[in-house]
């Protein structure tokens, strides 16, 4: 045998991907019951002009804008190169 099972690596044995909804779920239930704290923070925070609270609510309110570039060529580069002998 080459040893190739020692080599160490990442284990995919219930330990990658996402959790399961269940853990997920139970999370949301403990949350809940901070929900109006949290909201009135982040009211809180809106409401001082601060522009890091201000941009979460908006993050979060509209989503945030999708990133473009503008990308421009300013020579004409040719697909395939023909070798000339």
Do not use: C
Request: proline share 5%.
């Amino acid at each position: 045998m080459d040893g190739r099972k020692n080599n160490g690596g990442h284990s995919t044995k219930g330990f990658a991907g996402r959790k399961p909804k269940s853990e997920e779920i139970k999370l949301v239930e403990r949350l809940s019951p901070l929900e109006d704290d949290a909201l009135a923070a982040l009211s809180e925070g809106v409401k001082s002009g601060d522009i890091k609270w201000v941009t979460l609510y908006l993050n979060y309110y509209l989503g945030k804008p999708r990133e473009t570039k503008d990308i421009t060529i300013n020579e004409d580069l040719p697909l395939f190169m023909e070798d000339v002998d």
